[in-house]
C-alpha cells in the first residue's frame, strides 16, 4: 500500500478530488448513529456526471452539493482529508475524512 498524504488546502482537495472525476457530497447519517450532521463524502465516476435536470441528485444515497457548501462543513468541522499519494499509472479513490487534531 502506498504511503498516505493528509491534506487540509482546498485546491489540493478539489485538485485530487477532480483528478478522480469526483464531486464533493453529503449523505444522511447512519441510523442510529449518535450524528446528526450530514455525513461529507465524494462521488466518483459516472454518478459524478448526474444531471440533475433530469432527476434527482441522490446517487447511491447521497447528495452532489458545491465546493463552497463542502468546504464550509469541512472547516467548521476541523476536518482533514487523507489520501494516498500517487503512483505513477495509478489513480487511488482510497481517502478518510478526519479530525485536524488527529492528523499527524
Do not use: K, N
Not at 478522480?20 to 450530514?38: C, H, L, V, Y
Not at 465524494?42 to 441522490?58: A, I
Request: overall charge negative; charged content about 30%.
Amino acid at each position: 500500500m502506498a504511503d498516505t498524504i493528509t491534506l487540509i488546502d482546498h485546491d489540493e482537495i478539489r485538485d485530487w478530488a477532480a483528478a478522480r472525476a469526483g464531486q464533493p457530497a453529503i449523505s444522511d447519517p447512519a441510523p442510529g448513529m449518535e450524528q446528526s450532521q450530514p455525513v461529507l463524502r465524494f462521488v466518483f465516476g459516472q454518478h459524478s456526471y448526474q444531471d440533475t435536470d433530469e432527476g434527482p441528485d441522490r446517487p447511491g444515497g447521497v447528495t452532489i452539493i458545491e465546493w463552497d457548501e463542502w468546504f464550509q462543513m469541512f472547516d467548521e468541522r476541523e476536518l482533514a482529508l487523507v489520501v494516498q499519494e500517487d503512483v505513477p499509472g495509478q489513480r487511488d479513490e482510497f481517502h478518510e475524512l478526519i479530525r485536524r487534531a488527529d492528523a499527524s
